[in-house]
């Protein structure tokens, strides 16, 4: 029987493992979600939405589980407290707009006819969450695809293989019945099937790049509607009128934080001229400041990336441009606990170019490369100067200015004096290799609902 097995970042030990489905069984699972998804979707909607959220209280009752499991899972320090927060704050706001958000558009209702547009759930909706924020990513759509009327499967990471199992304890424990939410565990080959059989009538997915060209490949021809968070490389900018302080502070835990493994984390930033060496000098101290070690210890700010070969990627690319020219202000020796293996001491680099890898390739880790600019035009040529587009921090206290820069920027999302937020009432979205669709917001449901016109004559 073929398994996958979970491997700790914490001391490389076996954390879990457990079996993958059988094609069989796998299709099996989607045909009782198929049957379960039509009665579900016929229940009021506000019943559905009382059940899901009963599922998030469920789930943050078990965050004193939860929150050491994450740190043998995938390295996040137990300091932090978990995802539940976020959780809370998205699956909340999901719900209260939900009846808006799927209420009929009735364009005409007079004494000969009623012309409505509704909105209908796709049916059964597959989810495959990663795992670098393993409960936040998956409510993203978890949430409001029940919320609207859909059946749900599951496939998470297998580094984060009890996060799965702890969503669906929590939403069968909540009322939301078994078959309505599923969590499978799957490998490629079977995944790609059940998609390119057309199993499913929506596909969501957040990871890599590669990942994401996989699952449209599989789609091909069958005309499933795709949702893709793939790849970033956010910057951000700091103008000459910056709160210098509050950028240093924001900018290097958006950089860093859960060892820089974040969708929106800073992995470049570009600095006015006039306040560059002040800020390198303030974000070295930063970061100088950080202690990297066991996440299971609570003075540990920093902990193992997710797994051995992430760090190597990073190692790698840091490398690279140091021996191009670039130049490393951390000195590792500050951090006795990188091991060469998934412990890894943060990095800043000076002296970079958009030649190097650090700078284009996305890192997923805590290091970053800052470099000077001159205006703003220059700083928005260099913001753009990537294959990605998540999103973009500018640090100003010009607002118009902010807006202006926005609009030029290719990229989902802009925020100001602010980085690594999601907002769950603004749309998560991307462009370029970061992906399409829409998550969260009003413009969420529409992604996991289709469209259905009624034009009714009256006799």
Not at 238 to 246: Q, S, T
Not at 325 to 347: E, N
Request: with cysteine; glycine share 10%; charged share 20%.
């Amino acid at each position: 029987m073929s398994t996958i097995k979970l491997i700790s970042p914490v001391d490389g030990s076996v954390h879990a493992e457990r079996a993958v489905l059988s094609p069989g069984d796998a299709r099996a699972a989607v045909a009782r979600a198929r049957a379960a998804q039509k009665d579900w979707a016929l229940r009021p909607l506000q019943e559905r939405s009382d059940l899901v959220m009963a599922g998030i209280a469920a789930l943050e009752g078990m965050n004193t589980q939860i929150v050491p499991e994450l740190a043998w899972q995938m390295g996040r320090p137990v300091r932090y407290g978990g995802e539940m927060g976020g959780v809370r704050e998205r699956a909340a706001y999901m719900a209260q707009i939900a009846a808006e958000a799927l209420a009929d558009d009735v364009i005409e209702d007079s004494d000969t006819v009623a012309r409505v547009l509704a909105r209908e759930p796709h049916g059964v909706v597959f989810v495959i969450a990663p795992w670098n924020y393993p409960f936040l990513t998956a409510v993203n759509t978890v949430v409001p695809a029940l919320i609207a009327g859909n059946a749900v499967v599951l496939k998470h990471a297998s580094q984060t293989l009890l996060a799965g199992e702890r969503l669906a304890q929590a939403m069968h424990a909540g009322g939301v019945p078994q078959d309505v939410f599923q969590n499978v565990v799957l490998d490629h080959a079977t995944t790609e099937a059940l998609i390119g059989e057309r199993a499913f009538g929506f596909v969501n997915f957040t990871g890599s790049v590669g990942g994401g060209q996989a699952i449209e490949r599989a789609a091909a021809g069958t005309f499933t509607g795709v949702g893709l968070e793939l790849g970033g490389k956010d910057p951000g900018y700091v103008r000459e009128d910056a709160d210098l302080e509050a950028a240093v502070e924001g900018l290097m835990d958006g950089a860093m934080f859960n060892s820089g493994q974040c969708c929106c984390g800073i992995e470049r930033i570009y600095v006015h001229e006039s306040l560059y060496e002040a800020f390198i000098e303030k974000a070295v101290d930063w970061v100088s400041g950080q202690k990297l070690g066991n996440p299971l210890e609570p003075d540990t700010t920093m902990g193992p990336m997710a797994h051995v070969r992430f760090a190597a990627t990073v190692r790698s690319q840091i490398a690279d441009a140091v021996a191009a020219g670039a130049r490393a202000l951390i000195d590792p020796a500050l951090f006795p606990a990188d091991d060469g293996g998934a412990y890894l001491a943060p990095q800043i680099l000076v002296d970079v170019d958009h030649s190097m890898r650090v700078m284009q390739e996305e890192s997923f880790g805590p290091v970053v490369g800052i470099m000077p600019v001159k205006d703003d035009a220059q700083a928005v040529a260099l913001m753009n100067d990537s294959p990605y587009g998540l999103t973009a921090s500018v640090w100003t206290r010009d607002t118009q200015a902010a807006r202006a820069i926005g609009a030029q920027l290719d990229t989902g999302t802009i925020l100001m004096n602010r980085c690594d937020y999601l907002d769950p009432a603004l749309c998560w979205s991307g462009c370029k290799d970061t992906g399409r669709g829409a998550a969260l917001s009003k413009l969420g449901y529409l992604a996991l609902t289709r469209s259905k016109s009624y034009h009714l004559k009256k006799v």
